[in-house]
């Protein structure tokens, strides 16, 4: 059980209404997403991807104005910085879902209801993290330290060369192993379902198993966005909206970077760059301070050069 300072260190920067009104404002949004625009299953074609990368794209910087006139520049610009990083791991989270669906051979058509519910359960999961996060380091502040090493760890594993084939094994996922243990999977996929009923019992789907497989990898992914954010602002509130706005962009984000990833080969570099100098910032912090203007104009510079060195340096023919 958490003590009762952790949440309350998560919610005394904002007034319970705001909480109140974000999560409303993201309900309706999902229920608007599901129930509406993709209701019937469909491959969501290149410019939907688009259009709704710039719908998720537009709300997240009205809601950043709204948040740095209501309680300043710094706040904006705390926001600001958190939602790219956010945004630049969830390019990296696109990657990994290319090679699960590509391992499973999922079809495009049922990739959508996928990710829909491994967002849900990514926001979920991003909540718990940063409750706890947020609470620690207001009572034990040398865990920033700790963060920090492990961001500088994390950055330069990241920037170091590996075979494509290690980047995800599903066989030797933990949680797919210890699910087909006690509960029966069948062999085909059933259209869109996570379960189905065979012999007259309920036995769950291959798309079940990816779903799984998700949620465990968006759990890896989680344990780099907490220090990452956490490095940024010690606000529960602005950690946790601009983790869910990033988060909410991702399926958009992938069904319109899946066919030009590649394209966008020095991306992980700068991610890897901008989590070392996370770190090291979080490190530092007791002997020299980077404002959060200084960190953003960082954050965006490598983020824009990662992107223009992709497009314009090609890579070497094989």
Same mark, same amino acid.
Not at 237 to 259: E, K, W
């Given at each position: 059980?958490? =003590?009762?300072?952790?949440? %309350?260190?998560?919610?005394?920067?904002? =007034?319970?209404?705001?909480?109140?009104?974000?999560?409303?404002?993201?309900?309706?949004?999902? @229920?608007?997403?599901?129930?509406?625009?993709?209701?019937?299953?469909?491959?969501? /074609?290149?410019?939907?991807?688009?259009?709704?990368?710039?719908? +998720?794209?537009?709300?997240?910087?009205?809601?950043?104005?709204?948040?740095?006139?209501?309680?300043?520049?710094?706040?904006?610009?705390?926001? !600001?910085? @958190?939602?790219?990083?956010?945004?630049? %791991?969830? *390019?990296?989270?696109?990657? &990994?879902?290319?090679? *699960?669906?590509?391992?499973? /051979?999922? @079809?495009?058509?049922?990739?959508?209801? *996928?990710?829909? +519910?491994?967002?849900?359960?990514?926001?979920?999961?991003?909540?718990?993290?940063? %409750?706890?996060?947020?609470? &620690?380091?207001?009572?034990?502040?040398?865990? $920033?330290?700790?963060?920090?090493?492990?961001?500088?760890?994390?950055?330069?594993?990241?920037?170091?060369?590996? /075979?494509?084939?290690?980047?995800?094994?599903?066989?030797?996922?933990?949680?797919?192993?210890?699910?087909?243990?006690?509960?029966? #999977?069948? =062999?085909?996929?059933?259209?869109?379902?996570?379960?189905?009923?065979?012999?007259?019992?309920? #036995?769950?789907?291959?798309?079940?198993?990816? !779903?799984?497989?998700?949620?465990?990898?968006?759990?890896?992914?989680?344990?780099?966005?907490?220090?990452?954010? %956490?490095?940024?602002?010690?606000?529960?509130?602005?950690?946790?909206?601009?983790?869910?706005?990033?988060?909410?962009?991702?399926?958009? $984000?992938?069904?319109?970077?899946?066919?030009?990833?590649?394209?966008?080969?020095?991306? /992980?570099?700068?991610?890897?760059?901008?989590?070392?100098?996370?770190?090291?910032?979080?490190?530092?912090?007791? +002997?020299?301070?980077?404002?959060?203007?200084?960190?953003?104009?960082?954050?965006?510079?490598?983020?824009?050069?990662?992107?223009?060195?992709? #497009?314009?340096?090609?890579? =070497?023919?094989?």
């Amino acid at each position: 059980m958490l =003590p009762p300072s952790l949440p %309350l260190a998560f919610i005394e920067a904002m =007034p319970l209404w705001a909480w109140g009104a974000f999560f409303l404002f993201i309900v309706a949004m999902l @229920a608007l997403d599901l129930g509406v625009f993709q209701r019937e299953p469909h491959v969501m /074609k290149m410019r939907e991807a688009l259009g709704w990368c710039g719908v +998720w794209l537009g709300l997240a910087l009205v809601f950043n104005t709204l948040l740095w006139w209501w309680h300043g520049a710094e706040t904006g610009q705390e926001f !600001l910085a @958190a939602y790219l990083v956010e945004l630049c %791991l969830s *390019v990296d989270n696109v990657f &990994v879902f290319i090679l *699960v669906f590509a391992y499973f /051979k999922v @079809a495009p058509l049922y990739q959508h209801r *996928v990710l829909f +519910w491994g967002i849900i359960g990514a926001v979920l999961m991003r909540a718990l993290f940063i %409750l706890v996060g947020v609470g &620690v380091i207001h009572r034990f502040h040398w865990v $920033l330290y700790f963060f920090g090493a492990f961001l500088v760890y994390t950055g330069v594993k990241m920037a170091l060369p590996k /075979k494509a084939d290690d980047e995800i094994d599903p066989e030797h996922n933990v949680a797919v192993r210890l699910f087909r243990r006690f509960f029966p #999977v069948s =062999p085909d996929f059933v259209g869109g379902h996570f379960f189905t009923r065979q012999a007259g019992r309920r #036995v769950a789907t291959p798309l079940f198993i990816v !779903l799984i497989v998700i949620e465990t990898t968006d759990l890896v992914f989680a344990l780099d966005s907490l220090p990452a954010v %956490l490095a940024i602002t010690a606000s529960g509130f602005v950690a946790l909206t601009s983790n869910i706005f990033a988060i909410l962009g991702l399926r958009s $984000l992938y069904f319109a970077l899946s066919g030009v990833m590649l394209l966008f080969r020095f991306l /992980k570099i700068g991610l890897a760059v901008i989590l070392i100098f996370i770190g090291g910032k979080m490190l530092l912090a007791h +002997w020299f301070e980077i404002s959060t203007a200084v960190s953003l104009g960082v954050i965006g510079g490598v983020l824009a050069t990662a992107v223009l060195t992709s #497009v314009l340096i090609p890579e =070497p023919r094989r």
